[in-house]
C-alpha cells in the first residue's frame, strides 16, 4: 500500500508539473502573440496618422528613428505631413539627438520647397546650439546642402554673418561655414568677405578657422572682395608668416590665387626675408613665393637674399636656391659670392692662405705646424 501511495504521489507530481510547463508555454505563445499584435496595431496605425507626441517620442530612439525614416520614404503622403510637422515642433532638439539627427536629415529630402524653407527658418534661429554639436553639425550641413533657391541662400547669409566667426573657430560648426561656402559658390557676397577681411588675424590663427579662411580665398573671384582679402593678408604677412597656422594660409593664397594677384603680398615681404628664411614656418612662405612670385619681384627677392646669404643655414639656402629659375640661381651665387669677399674678406684671405699652405704640406709629405 505504501508503494502503490508513492507511486500514485509520483504520477501526480508529474502530472501536476506538465500541466504547469503546457500553462507556461501557452502563456508565452500568448505573451508573444500579444507582443506582435501590438507591433501590427502600431504600424497599422502608422500606416495612416502619426500625432505628434508619438512621432517625437520614436524620434528618439534608435529602432522609432528608422521606422519612421521608412514612413518618409514609402509612406502615405498624410503620414509623411504629419510626420514633417512633428520633427518642426521640436526641431532644434531633434537635430541635436543622437537617432533624431538622422531623421532630421531624412525629412529634408522628403519635404517640398516651402517645408523646407519653414524647417531653415527654425533651424538659424537656433544656428550656434545646432552648429556646434556633434550631433546638430551634421543634420545642419545636410540641410544646407539641399538648399536650391535665392531666397533661401538669402536667408542662410544672413544667419551666418551674425556667427561667422564663432562658428569658424568651432570644430564642429568650421565644418557648417564650409559647407555654406560650397552651396553658395563663387557667388560669395561682400558682407561675408568683410567680417572674414576684419577678423583675419583671428582665423589665421587657430586650426578648424584656418580651413575657413583657405576655403573663403578658394571661393572669393577675382573682385573687390578678393582685393581686400590680398591687402589684408598683404598687411599682416610678416606675422601671419611666422605663424603655425598663418603660413599655410599665406601660402594657399599663392596657390589659389596666384602671382600676379598676390603682388601686394610680395612686395610688403620685401626687406623681411632674412627674418622670414630663418623662421621654420615663415621658411615655407617664402619658398613657396618664390616659385609663383612675378618674374621681376622674382629678382629683387633673389638679389635680397643675396645680401643675407652668410646667415642662412645651409639647408635653408639649398632650398631657395632650388625654388628659383635656373638663370637666377646663378645669379644668386655670383652675388652671393660677391657679397662674402666684400663682407668677410679679411676671413676668407685668411681662410684661402691657410688652405693653400695645407695643400702645399700635402704634398711634400710633411707634417703641418700646429698653429699657434
Known sequence: ????????????????????????????????????????????????????????????????????????????????????????????????????????????????????????????????????????????????????????????????????????????GSHVVQRALLCLGTNVPESLVREVTGSLSTLASGSHSLGVLKRFLSAVPYQKGQHLLVNELACQVVHFAQGPYGNYAVQHAFDALGGECCRPIFEAMRGHLQTLSLNKCAVNVVERGLRVAPAELQVAMADELAQCIQVLPSDVLRRLHQALPPDLQARLDRQGTHSSSVVGGGDNRRRRGSDNRARAVAELGMQPKPSA
Not at 18 to 38: D, E, M, R
Not at 59 to 78: I, V, Y
Not at 89 to 97: G, H, I, R, S, V
Not at 152 to 158: A, D, R
Open 1 to 172: 500500500q505504501q508503494q502503490q501511495q508513492q507511486q500514485h504521489s509520483s504520477q501526480s507530481k508529474k502530472s501536476s508539473q506538465s500541466q504547469a510547463s503546457a500553462s507556461a508555454a501557452s502563456s508565452g505563445a500568448a505573451s508573444g502573440q500579444g507582443k506582435a499584435a501590438a507591433k501590427d496595431a502600431a504600424n497599422e496605425r502608422l500606416a495612416h496618422s502619426c500625432p505628434r507626441e508619438e512621432v517625437l517620442d520614436m524620434a528618439r530612439t534608435q529602432p522609432g528613428s528608422k521606422q519612421l525614416q521608412q514612413k518618409l520614404l514609402k509612406g502615405h503622403p498624410t503620414v509623411i505631413h504629419e510626420i514633417l510637422e512633428g520633427i518642426a515642433a521640436a526641431l532644434p532638439e531633434l537635430m541635436c539627438n543622437m537617432y533624431g539627427n538622422y531623421l532630421c536629415s531624412a525629412s529634408f529630402q522628403a519635404c517640398s520647397v516651402s517645408q523646407r524653407k519653414h524647417m531653415l527658418a527654425i533651424a538659424l534661429e537656433n544656428l550656434p546650439r545646432i552648429a556646434t554639436d556633434k550631433w546638430g553639425t551634421h543634420a545642419m550641413q545636410s540641410l544646407i546642402g539641399l538648399l536650391c533657391t535665392v531666397e533661401e541662400t538669402e536667408m542662410l547669409v544672413v544667419a551666418l554673418k551674425d556667427h561667422l566667426v564663432r562658428l569658424s573657430c568651432d570644430c564642429h
